[in-house]
């Protein structure tokens, strides 16, 4: 599979509007995960190049940035092919307080509730962190919104098991959420602690964790398959 071009296209806040928000009907697939999981790190070296911005700062995403890659080939067979990477703001950390946090969870919220491939409105009436109780401010998704969207949620493979990470799952369960568990920074554990942390998450979240290094480009192939597969049905 050849990636022909990476372009950023928008950003969407809480309590806001973003003209341009595409709504074309494109497989979407969304990164999730906690602050300085790695989120605009993987989506750069999925896209070779660096189209997200990055920070050793947690909490650097305040929006959901969206960008259109354009590829050829792949999983599905040839031809060329677009799909939307939207970097959605992490949870379980935001510089400004409590109030940032509300805000940056309405981001998320409005993005998975929305009943249009990229949501229009982001309302902060719709704010809730993952796992909040509060069936008030849980969002309910649709068949139509979730139907082109694949969710890869990041966890650092280095800590599995956090609390925030075992409550986002199973808020993205409640809603229907499409997702794959990757499992981020695999170069950073010995053998053993790879073997023994992977067995750990696979075991949690009750699913096969992709373990990927966006240092080393372990694991960006599988995970391109995946993508793939979602956006070419888009053109069936």
């Known amino acids: 599979m050849k990636v022909l071009s990476s372009e950023f296209v928008t950003s969407a806040a809480a309590g806001g ?7 074309d009907g494109l497989a979407q697939v969304a990164f999730a995960g ?12 999925l896209a070779r190049q660096a189209v997200a911005r990055t920070s050793a700062a947690p909490g650097k995403t305040r929006l959901a940035n969206i960008f259109r890659l354009n590829a050829e080939g792949g999983a599905g067979g040839p031809g060329r092919w677009s799909v939307y ?6 949870y379980g950390y935001a510089r400004g ?19 249009t491939p990229v949501a229009r409105r982001f309302s902060a009436e719709s704010a809730a962190e993952p796992g909040d109780s509060d069936a008030r401010l849980r969002p309910r998704a649709t068949g139509a919104a979730m139907a082109n969207r694949m969710t890869l949620h990041l966890v650092d493979s ?18 229907g959420v499409d997702r794959h568990i990757v499992a981020t920074k695999i170069d ?24 990927v290094s966006a240092t080393s480009g372990e694991g960006l192939e599988e995970l391109w398959k995946l993508i793939a597969r979602v956006a070419r049905d888009q053109h069936r």
């Open 97 to 115: 307080g409590a109030d940032a946090a509300v805000e940056l969870a309405a981001v998320a919220a409005a993005y998975f509730q929305s009943p």
């Open 34 to 45: 906690r602050s300085n999981v790695g989120k605009s790190t993987l989506l750069n070296g």
């Open 188 to 211: 950073k554990l010995t053998r053993a602690e790879r073997d023994r942390n992977l067995k750990e998450l696979g075991r949690i979240f009750e699913r096969a964790p992709v373990p």
């Open 158 to 175: 280095r800590h599995p098991g956090l609390e925030s990470d075992i409550q986002a799952a199973r808020w993205f369960d409640s809603l």
């Open 85 to 90: 990477f939207v970097d959605l703001p992490g």
């Open 17 to 23: 509007r973003a003209d341009g928000i595409p709504a």
